[in-house]
């Protein structure tokens, strides 16, 4: 029942393993850039906290498609040349997804009470030892489940890119289709492996938070 | 030494306290007592810069904390804290608790800093608990864990903010002897504490707090035997059944 799928499953895989480097460079760059956005929501300086925000609120209320289309046809007009579809999706992902993860951060940072900062303080820590030993690690493993949920979203999301020309696996898929006029059995193929990775990935992350709530980092 | 001089402090509009004067001599331990929502935990926070004060002035050693050029991360260094919720880093072992300031600001090395770390788990009565995390260890062990940590930076002043009041009444002397020990070998602290036997035997002066004010000042005798104001009297006999 998958006679085309399996026709054409090299060309399909180079798909999926393009969707998986997309949902890579997307969850590295965004989670890290999202650490600062989180910690730029709650900082007390005026400077970073507005133009943080205002990014946050900005990219947040359009959708994801917008950002990825804008970024790949206003590049060029700014940079003088066209940027390769892959790249200038992985710059549009994580400066979508930057602000989902930051929003996430900035409810983990906001978890941890003002006396463990201020013990951290107390010790001589600055600022930003602070940050980088206290509220990062523990933002991070408490809300571990809400990252994991947040990648699943990213790792699905990824296939909007089909719309600039990246032969991601809907795009290759899509492509087959064309030729072979399968689609049932195609998107069923790429649903069932979707289905399964982020199922999966839903698992880990119920698995993460019974552990914080036994170790009691959440 | 720490010069209290005429300070006060508002929250927004309303005013928290109300021109505090102390002075603190090296070796000195002096205990703060008083109603809760009385000032006592923010005067201890605004002696390490962890909250600002709007007029006075704080000196430590010579050093004014409202003086822009204080590198406030400095003067921490040698003012320990120890917290009422022990707030031990939930992430990390005792040890690494312990270890984290004076390997990231000290710049010691891993292995003097635990060797240092293990000498005070020791002095706290907690060597096996080296490597438990926060949450397996009681109370009594968490706050014991935790004066480690403030003395791990080697501090000149050791401030205490009701270090007993979240502990289960056995748990309560195991961090009180530990703190007569400090304060008999000589460390400077300030204390605020309900803790009334604590006072009694280790206090070179107390002072009781109210409504932001300083109501009454003695050293133990006087204050216990005589005070002198009556909101005092009728704290301390609420206090001391």
Same mark, same amino acid.
């Given at each position: 029942m998958f006679d085309a799928v399996f026709r054409n499953l090299p060309f399909l895989m180079g798909g999926f393993l393009v969707t998986l480097q997309l949902t890579f460079c997307a969850l590295a760059g965004g989670i890290a850039l999202g650490v600062l956005v989180g910690l730029g929501r709650i900082s007390r300086k005026k400077w970073i906290y507005y133009p943080v925000t205002l990014y946050v609120n900005f990219i947040r209320n359009i959708p994801l498609i917008l950002v990825i289309f804008w970024f790949y046809f206003v590049m060029p007009i700014l940079a003088g040349r066209a940027m390769p579809p892959f790249i200038s999706a992985v710059i549009s992902f994580i400066i979508f997804e930057a602000t989902y993860f930051g929003e996430i951060f900035r409810a983990g940072y906001q978890s941890i009470s003002r006396d463990l900062i201020h013990a951290a303080f107390a010790t001589g820590l600055t600022y930003s030892q602070t940050a980088r030993y206290i509220l990062v690690p523990i933002a991070f493993r408490r809300m571990l489940p809400s990252l994991i949920t947040q990648s699943i979203v990213t790792f699905q999301d990824t296939? #909007?890119?089909?719309?600039?020309? #990246?032969?991601e696996f809907v795009r290759r898929t899509s492509i087959v289709d064309n030729l072979e006029v399968r689609s049932i059995q195609l998107f069923g193929f790429v649903a069932l492996v979707f289905f399964i990775f982020c199922f999966l990935g839903s698992r880990v992350a119920r698995h993460f938070e019974e552990k914080g709530r036994r170790t009691g980092v959440i | 030494m720490i010069e209290i001089k005429n300070v006060s402090k508002w929250y927004g509009d309303t005013?928290?306290?109300?021109d505090i004067n102390e002075v603190i001599d090296r070796g000195q331990t002096v205990v703060i007592c008083g109603p809760? *929502?009385? *000032?006592k935990s923010t005067l201890l926070r605004c002696i390490n810069g962890l909250e600002p004060y709007q007029k006075g002035e704080i000196v430590v050693d010579g050093i004014s904390?409202?003086?822009?050029? !204080?590198?406030l991360y400095k003067l921490r260094q040698k003012i320990g804290m120890v917290f009422q919720r022990f707030?031990?880093?939930?992430?990390? !072992?005792a040890v690494q608790n312990i270890t984290l300031a004076p390997m990231k600001?000290?710049?010691?090395?891993r292995k003097e800093a635990e060797r240092k770390a293990m000498e005070l788990l020791e002095r706290v009565g907690l060597?096996?608990?080296?490597?438990?995390y926060p949450a397996n260890l009681s109370g009594g062990q968490q706050q014991r864990v935790a004066i480690a940590r403030a003395l791990a930076m080697e501090p000149d002043y050791m401030l205490f903010d009701e270090? !007993?009041?979240?502990?289960d009444p056995e748990m309560i002397n195991e961090v009180l002897e530990v703190m007569i020990d400090l304060a008999r070998e000589g460390m400077t602290m300030i204390v605020v504490t309900h803790e009334m036997g604590f006072a009694r035997e280790v206090a070179d002066e107390i002072i009781f707090i109210d409504e932001g004010r300083i109501v009454e000042r003695g050293t133990d005798e006087e204050f216990f035997t005589?005070?002198?104001s009556e909101r005092t009297k009728a704290f301390l006999s609420q206090i001391l059944v």
């Amino acid at each position: 029942m998958f006679d085309a799928v399996f026709r054409n499953l090299p060309f399909l895989m180079g798909g999926f393993l393009v969707t998986l480097q997309l949902t890579f460079c997307a969850l590295a760059g965004g989670i890290a850039l999202g650490v600062l956005v989180g910690l730029g929501r709650i900082s007390r300086k005026k400077w970073i906290y507005y133009p943080v925000t205002l990014y946050v609120n900005f990219i947040r209320n359009i959708p994801l498609i917008l950002v990825i289309f804008w970024f790949y046809f206003v590049m060029p007009i700014l940079a003088g040349r066209a940027m390769p579809p892959f790249i200038s999706a992985v710059i549009s992902f994580i400066i979508f997804e930057a602000t989902y993860f930051g929003e996430i951060f900035r409810a983990g940072y906001q978890s941890i009470s003002r006396d463990l900062i201020h013990a951290a303080f107390a010790t001589g820590l600055t600022y930003s030892q602070t940050a980088r030993y206290i509220l990062v690690p523990i933002a991070f493993r408490r809300m571990l489940p809400s990252l994991i949920t947040q990648s699943i979203v990213t790792f699905q999301d990824t296939s #909007l890119a089909f719309v600039i020309g #990246l032969q991601e696996f809907v795009r290759r898929t899509s492509i087959v289709d064309n030729l072979e006029v399968r689609s049932i059995q195609l998107f069923g193929f790429v649903a069932l492996v979707f289905f399964i990775f982020c199922f999966l990935g839903s698992r880990v992350a119920r698995h993460f938070e019974e552990k914080g709530r036994r170790t009691g980092v959440i | 030494m720490i010069e209290i001089k005429n300070v006060s402090k508002w929250y927004g509009d309303t005013q928290v306290l109300y021109d505090i004067n102390e002075v603190i001599d090296r070796g000195q331990t002096v205990v703060i007592c008083g109603p809760s *929502g009385s *000032g006592k935990s923010t005067l201890l926070r605004c002696i390490n810069g962890l909250e600002p004060y709007q007029k006075g002035e704080i000196v430590v050693d010579g050093i004014s904390l409202n003086d822009p050029k !204080t590198n406030l991360y400095k003067l921490r260094q040698k003012i320990g804290m120890v917290f009422q919720r022990f707030e031990l880093y939930p992430h990390m !072992t005792a040890v690494q608790n312990i270890t984290l300031a004076p390997m990231k600001v000290l710049k010691k090395s891993r292995k003097e800093a635990e060797r240092k770390a293990m000498e005070l788990l020791e002095r706290v009565g907690l060597p096996e608990k080296a490597h438990a995390y926060p949450a397996n260890l009681s109370g009594g062990q968490q706050q014991r864990v935790a004066i480690a940590r403030a003395l791990a930076m080697e501090p000149d002043y050791m401030l205490f903010d009701e270090p !007993t009041s979240a502990l289960d009444p056995e748990m309560i002397n195991e961090v009180l002897e530990v703190m007569i020990d400090l304060a008999r070998e000589g460390m400077t602290m300030i204390v605020v504490t309900h803790e009334m036997g604590f006072a009694r035997e280790v206090a070179d002066e107390i002072i009781f707090i109210d409504e932001g004010r300083i109501v009454e000042r003695g050293t133990d005798e006087e204050f216990f035997t005589n005070p002198k104001s009556e909101r005092t009297k009728a704290f301390l006999s609420q206090i001391l059944v």
